[in-house]
């Protein structure tokens, strides 16, 4: 069984960007196993921000985990958001760098699938070049990565390191 918290860190984490650091930060501090999850959540209600949760392997640790994070200021909530998730730390994912195939993405990490946005799954022989930067999406109960074409026939994730911010040259 999986216990899970939610951390709402309110408006000051309004992008991706800022929740994948407090996100970071928050598992460095907690120092988090390598089995647990650490996931974003877009909420679009009367306050648009994104939401943190973890999910631990072991009671004990989400209440360890609950007790620092309540000290430390941060609003928690049991159970997980509504919204689904795009999970930044996951199982394995320290194994993703450099090109991988997407044989050895599913054998070294959490991921379940790896789909080709417009083109179905890929081989299991097609190479992935993950820039440091693999986000998979929990859906249908299972963590998808997304992966579009690039250069050399090679496929990259969808979600991009360092996007550019709307209207950045205006």
Do not use: N
Request: hydrophobic share 45%; charged share 20%; with cysteine.
């Amino acid at each position: 069984m999986t216990h899970a918290l939610t951390v709402d860190a309110g408006a000051q984490v309004r992008d991706l960007r800022a929740a994948d650091h407090l996100l970071h930060a928050l598992a460095a501090e907690l120092d988090l196993p390598e089995d647990a999850f650490g996931c974003t959540h877009l909420v679009r209600d009367d306050r648009p921000r994104v939401v943190l949760s973890f999910a631990f392997p072991s009671e004990p640790l989400l209440g360890l985990a609950r007790e620092r994070l309540t000290a430390g200021g941060h609003a928690v909530s049991p159970g997980l958001p509504d919204a689904v998730g795009r999970a930044v730390l996951y199982p394995g994912v320290a194994a993703l760098t450099g090109t991988v195939t997407v044989a050895e993405v599913l054998a070294r990490s959490a991921i379940d699938r790896v789909t080709v946005l417009g083109g179905g799954d890929p081989a299991p022989e097609a190479r992935l070049v993950t820039r440091e930067h693999v986000r998979p999406l929990w859906q249908d109960g299972g963590l998808v990565l997304s992966a579009m074409p690039a250069v050399g026939g090679t496929l990259v994730p969808f979600e991009v390191p360092d996007p550019t911010p709307c209207c950045a040259d205006h």
